[in-house]
Structure formats: structure tokens, C-alpha cells
């Protein structure tokens, strides 16, 4: 049966949350399999918006199994906080299963990162100073903390203080700050032990049995492709693989078990943080996009930057994922517009790329080439069937589909969660 996953085609932000919450109907499990909460998705339920940056969307569906898959790092702290917060919304997260293999945040990370950050000065990469990249560090290191070390008492005392023999003295040595102390960390970290340990679990063998019983499987990443740590714009990326590949290894479930590969593509682009951007407006257009489209991080707050859509790194999400459909979110946005332009290759130095240059230098001097599509000024909002837009709309919607490299097959009209209309069945 389907092994589904969920990949954001641009730099996240694309929308990967409605999506999943299309298809919580049809499925029996829901898996995060990469990042840590700085990302975030935002679902809105009829008048309700719900922001989860750690729990798979997933959670919001009664008869959906929520899984946190081995590939997430995870602060266990602001978990526990976000299963509170949707307990005291009627949402209970009593389902939810955590890898035993995925790894801890640990406050020496969160300090970490916030210090190195400054210290870049202008040559900060933009990182959201909750300790994702330390903590992937760490994992390569050898030196993380995992979920189930929590079980272990004695191994966790251990292992936090092995960290912290090294990272107090790089906190104190070369950023001039204070110890943390390894007892008050073990006392917290036990706390989070007492009530996360119902949710431990091998999930890799749940999830291949699960497929075995013809259940339904969605993997869905934390970010986009661009912010891949091997295929996105490096190094302003995250520390881990949104991409289907990643899924794969931060699941436990063989690629020779995907059936699909879902790319979340918005109708224009945005992203967060610092990095080359092609299509970025810095101009009254991108306050406009920015406005309308709410584009303001469901995690941070921070300012998304906002652009034409971009044909080129659609094409390249499509290819590293092998991407069978794409969903295109918020082509509302667009209505009001006389025209609409839409980046379909780059121009460096006097020569045409219709693929992303090799070298970053390329890509960082990547002009826009631009061809431009008639608007349209009918509220879409209400269209259940891809007839039911406007012609101009519809002309547009084929146009990126045409440059994309896979068909797109369904398209959100609207934030609600009914505000989406399907072309073809995703699963």
C-alpha cells in the first residue's frame, strides 16, 4: 500500500500543513521525518487555526497515527508544551509515537547557536537560534543525546556530561559565557522522561508492518527542497534532508516502498532567512505579496521574502524528489492582478540557465528571466473543479504545470481546510 511523501518544493513555507490535512482522511499515519521546531505548519479547521512546529499535522486527524520519525531533533520541552497546548484545545496527542532514535535538543545547543549566530555578524546564515543545527552536529559527531536515552538514567547522566565537558568550554573560552550545569539538565531532562515515555517507540518496525497490513503512509518533511543541506542553496540551509530522500533515512522506510512523491509548490515564492532569492521584490509588489498572502513565519514571526513564482527551481524540485504530483497552494493570492510574472530561466553574466547554475557563485548573480501571464479578478475562492476558475487562471495554472516536470493535481483556493480543489487523486 502507499508510502506517500510530502516534499516542499521551494524553500518551505509552501503550504506542506493544508496539505497534509487534505489527506488525513485517507491515511493511517502521519510521519515528520526531518528538523526540529524551526519549522512550522499552520492548519486552519473551519474558524481555527491550529501553528504545530514539532507534532505531524497528522495529530489534528482522530483516526490518523502521528509519528516522530528518527530523522527529527527534538526539544522536548517545547513538545511537551505543544501537546499541552492542543489538550487545552480538545486536540489530544494520546496517539502520537516518538522514534527512540531520534535526538534531543539539549540546552547547550539552543546556547550554542544563538552565540555562533552573532558571531558570524554579516556572515550569519540565518538560523532560527533554537539549536536544530548544534544538535544535528552533534548527531554526526557522535555526540547526541537520543530519545531513548531518556529510559536510561545512568547512560543519560553520562552522555550530558561527556557534552558538556567539551561545550562549557567552548561557551566559556570563546564566547565569554556561563557554564551550564550537567545536574540541572539531567533533572530536567528526567522530568521530560515521566511523561514522554508512553510515546517511545521502534517506529521504523511499526511503520514497515504497518505497510504490510496495506496501511496508508504520509511522510512529511519540515522545510523545502532549497533548504536541503546537500541539494539546497549551501550553506543557507537547514541541517537535515527535506527531500523524498530524506524521508527514507529519517523514517526507517526503504525507498523501494514509496509509490509517490507529492511536491507543494506556492503560486508565487517566498522564503525566510538569509540566501540567494532570483525572484525576490523588494519593492511595493512584495509588500503587497506579503500582505495579502500573510507571509510571516508560523514558527518565528520573522518576515517571509516574497517573489515570482520560479519555474527553474520547480524543475529542480522535481527532478532531486522524483516528484509525481505537485499541489499548488494560494493561488488566491494572485487574484486582483493585471499581470503576473513567472521566472522561467536565468540569465548570468549574458548566458540563458534553464536549470540552477552548478556553482553557488552562479546562482547568487542569477538574474531573472522573466514571461508574464494576463490576471484575473474573480474571487476564486469558492471553486470546487479546476473549470470552475477563470480562464486566466486556469491558463496560468497550465503554464506552471507545462514548466514544472510533473503534473499539478490539486490547488488550494483558499486557507480553509474546504478550500482546495483536486484534479487528480494524490493517493
Not at 505543544?82 to 516518538?98: F, K, N, P, T, Y
Not at 553520562?158 to 545536574?183: C, F, H, P, S, W
Not at 522530568?191 to 517511545?200: S, V
Request: aromatic residues 6%; proline residues 5%; glycine residues 12%.
Amino acid at each position: 500500500m502507499p508510502a506517500v511523501v510530502l516534499v516542499g518544493a521551494q524553500w518551505g513555507d509552501e503550504g506542506k500543513g493544508k496539505a497534509t490535512d487534505l489527506l488525513g482522511d485517507q491515511v493511517d499515519y502521519v510521519v515528520r521525518y526531518q528538523g526540529g521546531n524551526n519549522a512550522g505548519h499552520t492548519v486552519v479547521i473551519g474558524d481555527q487555526k491550529y501553528a504545530l512546529h514539532l507534532l505531524p499535522t497528522g495529530v489534528l486527524s482522530p483516526n490518523v497515527i502521528p509519528v516522530i520519525g528518527n530523522g527529527v531533533v527534538i526539544d522536548p520541552g517545547v513538545l511537551l508544551s505543544e501537546i499541552d497546548g492542543l489538550q487545552a484545545r480538545g486536540v489530544s496527542s494520546e496517539r502520537l509515537l516518538i522514534s527512540a532514535n531520534a535526538h534531543l535538543i539539549m540546552p547547550h545547543h539552543k546556547a550554542l547557536d544563538k552565540v555562533s549566530e552573532r558571531y558570524l555578524g554579516k556572515a550569519k546564515i540565518g538560523t532560527t537560534g533554537r539549536g536544530i543545527g548544534p544538535a544535528y552536529g552533534d548527531k554526526i559527531y557522535r555526540m547526541g543525546v537520543r530519545v531513548q536515552d531518556l529510559l536510561d538514567p545512568g547512560i543519560l547522566q553520562q552522555k550530558i556530561e561527556v557534552a558538556l565537558g567539551e561545550k562549557n568550554q567552548i561557551l566559556t573560552k570563546i564566547y565569554n559565557r556561563r557554564t551550564i550545569d550537567a545536574n540541572k539538565v539531567l533533572d530536567e531532562y528526567l522530568g521530560y522522561a515521566e511523561r514522554l515515555k508512553p510515546h517511545i517507540a521502534d517506529t521504523s518496525l511499526i511503520l514497515n508492518r504497518a505497510l504490510d497490513e496495506n496501511k496508508v503512509v504520509l511522510l512529511e518533511g519540515g522545510q523545502g527542497n532549497l533548504l536541503d543541506i546537500d541539494h539546497g542553496t549551501y550553506p543557507f540551509v537547514t541541517s537535515s534532508s527535506p527531500t523524498s530522500g530524506g524521508a527514507c533515512s529519517g523514517s526507517g522506510i526503504p525507498p523501494t516502498r514509496l509509490t509517490g512523491v507529492i511536491g507543494i509548490l506556492k503560486a508565487y515564492t517566498t522564503r525566510v532567512g538569509s540566501g540567494p532569492f532570483p525572484t525576490e521584490l523588494e519593492d511595493e509588489m512584495g509588500d503587497w505579496l506579503r500582505t495579502t498572502g500573510g507571509e510571516y513565519g508560523v514558527t518565528t514571526g520573522r518576515n517571509r521574502r516574497c517573489g515570482w513564482f520560479d519555474a527553474v527551481i520547480a524543475r529542480y524540485a522535481s527532478r532531486i524528489n522524483g516528484v509525481t504530483d505537485f499541489f499548488l497552494t494560494k493561488l488566491d493570492v494572485l487574484s486582483g492582478l493585471e499581470r503576473i510574472p513567472v521566472c522561467v530561466a536565468y540569465e548570468v553574466d549574458g548566458v540563458r540557465h534553464d536549470e540552477i547554475p552548478m556553482t553557488q557563485t552562479d546562482f547568487h548573480h542569477a538574474k531573472p528571466i522573466y514571461e508574464e501571464f494576463p490576471g484575473w479578478q474573480e474571487d476564486i475562492s469558492g471553486a470546487k473543479t479546476f473549470e470552475d476558475l477563470p480562464a486566466n487562471a486556469q491558463a496560468y495554472v497550465k503554464a506552471l504545470e507545462s514548466m514544472s516536470g510533473a503534473r499539478i493535481s490539486a490547488i488550494g483556493v483558499g486557507p480553509g481546510r474546504t478550500e482546495t480543489l483536486q484534479i487528480h487523486s494524490l493517493i
